[in-house]
Nanobody, 117 residues
């Protein structure tokens, strides 16, 4: 089994920055895709950014140029650097991991991000 533990959420003012971290442990061999999703109140959980084991990245349009996903394979950790935060970024952010595009995601417990206007 794989366990994911997120940290780094909190309260920040509009325009501020936060860095989320997600540490993977357990049976992590073969984990190729790691990413961040977010779920705002009353909305579905949506993909924010994703990174593969060889560093290929994907970002949803609303965060391009503001968020950066990175991965330290030696530390089994994925990061999400969030700059220029906006109130519309308010959500619970979840770390996710999977081995192939056809697998279901393994989820972390989530971390709250709140942006004050």
């Amino acid at each position: 089994q794989v366990q994911l533990v997120e940290s780094g959420g909190g309260l920040v003012q509009t325009g501020g920055s936060l860095r989320l971290s997600c540490v993977a442990s357990g049976s992590i061999f073969g984990i190729n895709f790691m990413g961040w999703y977010r779920q705002a109140p009353g909305k579905e959980r949506d993909l924010v950014a994703r990174i593969t084991s060889n560093g290929n990245t994907y970002y949803t349009d609303s965060v391009k140029g503001r968020f950066t996903i990175s991965r330290d394979n030696a530390k089994n950790t994925v990061y999400l650097q969030m700059n220029s935060l906006k109130p519309e970024d308010i959500a619970v952010y979840y770390c996710a991991a999977r081995r192939t595009p056809w697998d279901q995601n393994i989820w972390g417990q989530g971390t709250q991000v709140t942006v004050s206007s």
